[in-house]
């Protein structure tokens, strides 16, 4: 494997494909262990933290994310780590200087032999504009529903 040099160690032959893919995904693919540190970030988080991947391995999220805000991330990672399931949710950032950001999160248990569970890889996609989209035009929708007249059905 040869993914760009902050994306981790280098992988045998077979795999090259595979992590170099995902280090080129335009979400957010990661790999924490059981206690919230990152062991894996491609190019796409580390956009998303302002800081190179390499940086980001080894920290956690109270480094990027402002979590006195926001501590679903937190939540949904111990959630995942308690039941050893996956877990599907949007999840609601607050980014340091970019303020709010919404996440579309999958997150998978990692197990070892044993059926332990050792950490989580996530895949996390900014869903942020379409939400800003969507709720705009339900905001239309519902002003428009309140300043039309009431139809009235003439009686007989």
Not at 36 to 46: K, V
Not at 81 to 106: C, Q, S
Not at 114 to 134: A, M
């Amino acid at each position: 494997m040869d993914p760009s040099p902050e994306a981790g160690p280098a992988a045998p032959g077979p795999l090259q494909s595979l992590w170099t893919l995902v280090d080129n995904l335009d979400a957010c693919f990661y790999v924490k262990d059981v206690d919230g540190r990152y062991l894996f970030a491609n190019r796409a988080l580390g956009l998303v933290f302002h800081a190179d991947p390499s940086a980001i391995v080894g920290r956690g999220d109270g480094d990027f994310v402002d979590l006195m805000r926001c501590d679903t991330i937190l939540v949904t990672d111990r959630e995942v780590i308690a039941t050893g399931n996956k877990l599907d949710r949007d999840e609601v950032l607050y980014l340091p200087g970019r303020g709010r950001r919404v996440f579309r999160t999958v997150k998978l248990p990692l197990f070892d032999a044993e059926r332990r569970v050792i950490g989580l890889c996530g895949i996390s996609t900014d869903i942020t504009e379409e939400r800003r989209t969507l709720d705009e035009l339900i905001k239309r929708n519902l002003l428009s529903t309140r300043s039309s007249p009431t139809s009235t059905v003439p009686s007989s």
